[in-house]
């Protein structure tokens, strides 16, 4: 009887004395307006561009058939560098000698951080595409993955194929 007393006073002292989250949704859809969601890429010049799904589209599509977890996937996608294409990127006679010293920052919504060398997404260093993806097996990724994603056919550890991609940003080494 002591055992169920104790339970039942630290179940009422977690009701009572705990404050209560609700959930409320967000601003953009409690006001009726409809979420638009956007990936913000920044070139090296340290000006960006926030790009829409409906801005993706505008691009030129691929599909990319990959093994995911040991099961067959296909994304719908744009090639990473069309995607870059829209700031300013490293190349041209500033960054003839430097090039190689730029990498790619891309950020996810839940804070996990990865890097691309610029020398893996210059045409001119390697042909080893990359991709960033909009849909999987034909419908929209999940909440769990998506609104975008990058996948990396060919790499063994598909710890660079990012989820919930927020944010790509051209940076320089110091």
């Not at 002591?2 to 967000?26: G, H, K, T, Y």
């Not at 893996?120 to 419908?139: C, N, Q, S, V, Y």
Request: charged share 20%.
């Amino acid at each position: 009887m002591n055992r169920m007393l104790s339970v039942c006073a630290i179940a009422f002292a977690a009701a009572v004395l705990l404050p209560a989250q609700e959930q409320q949704p967000a601003p953009d859809v409690a006001a009726g307006a409809p979420t638009q969601a956007t990936i913000e890429v920044t070139g090296i010049d340290g000006q960006g561009v926030n790009l829409s799904l409906a801005d993706l589209s505008k691009l030129p599509q691929h599909t990319v058939n990959v093994t995911e977890h040991g099961k067959p996937a296909s994304f719908g996608s744009v090639l990473l560098t069309d995607v870059l294409a829209k700031v300013a990127l490293p190349v041209g006679e500033k960054f003839h000698r430097t090039a190689a010293s730029c990498y790619l920052l891309v950020e996810a919504r839940d804070g996990y951080k990865v890097v691309f060398a610029w020398a893996e997404l210059d045409a001119t260093f390697m042909d080893k595409p990359i991709f960033l993806a909009t849909t999987r097996d034909g419908k929209p990724l999940s909440g769990t993955d998506g609104p975008f994603q990058l996948v990396a056919p060919g790499e063994k550890r598909a710890a660079r194929w990012i989820r919930q991609v927020t944010a790509m940003r051209i940076r320089q080494a110091n």
